[in-house]
Structures are given as structure tokens and as C-alpha cells.
């Protein structure tokens, strides 16, 4: 299994850009396919951005698409959001997962391990 843990949540202005980082411990993150999902209290979970174990592809959520990208460091045990041109609407927890056997998808069922979160606050 891996541990993971958010980082790099906070209070940004409308038009403005956030990084998050999510540390992963466990010497099979490699093998992952890793997520990114938000929630808000009045909304199910929804999916953010995914990307392949290797790296070589994601898969981003409608509302994110063109604003948003997910990267991975292997050797860091990293996985990054760049989340730029940040709108109120995207406000929400942020969650870092991992999801150990299936292919890329967005559909969080499928993901085993989770972070606790972080939270992104987007100011009008």
C-alpha cells in the first residue's frame, strides 16, 4: 500500500494559479495509476485529473480541462496538480489517490488509497 498526504492547498484569487503536491510513501507507487479528485459539502466527489503509472497519459474532468495538469515524479514519489485560471467554482477539498490495478479512469471506486486532503480556497 502507499501513504499519501496533500500539500500545497490555500486561498488564491479568481484568475489565479495553485500548485498541490502530493507525497506518496511506499515502494509501489511506481506501479500506480494516480488521482485527483474534489469535494464540496453540497456535491458528490468529482473527478479532477488522472494519470498513468508511467506517466504517459492522463485523463482530466470536463470542468478542468485546458486549466489543469497532473504530472508524476516516479523517482520522487510525487504527483503534482498545476491548477491555473483557478474560478470560484473550483473551491473544494482536494484529494490525492492511488489506485493500484485498474486502468486510468475517473470513476473513484477504483481508487484504493487516499489522502486526507487539502483545501483550495478560490476568492471572487
Known amino acids: 500500500q502507499v501513504q499519501l498526504v496533500e500539500s500545497g492547498g490555500g486561498l488564491v484569487l479568481s484568475g489565479g494559479s495553485l500548485r498541490l503536491s502530493c507525497a506518496a510513501s511506499g515502494s509501489a507507487f511506481s506501479s500506480y495509476a494516480m488521482g485527483w479528485f474534489r469535494r464540496v459539502p453540497t456535491k458528490e466527489r468529482e473527478f479532477v485529473a488522472a494519470i498513468t503509472s508511467n506517466g504517459g497519459s492522463t485523463y482530466y474532468g470536463n470542468s478542468v480541462k485546458g486549466r489543469f495538469t497532473i504530472s508524476r515524479d516516479n523517482t520522487a514519489n510525487m504527483v503534482y496538480l498545476q491548477m491555473n485560471n483557478l474560478k470560484p467554482d473550483d473551491t473544494a477539498v482536494y484529494y490525492c489517490?492511488?489506485?493500484?490495478?485498474?486502468?486510468?479512469?475517473?470513476?473513484?471506486?477504483?481508487?484504493?488509497?487516499w489522502g486526507p486532503g487539502t483545501q483550495v480556497t478560490v476568492s471572487s
Open positions: 489517490a492511488a489506485d493500484p490495478v485498474g486502468p486510468l479512469t475517473g470513476w473513484d471506486q477504483v481508487y484504493e488509497y
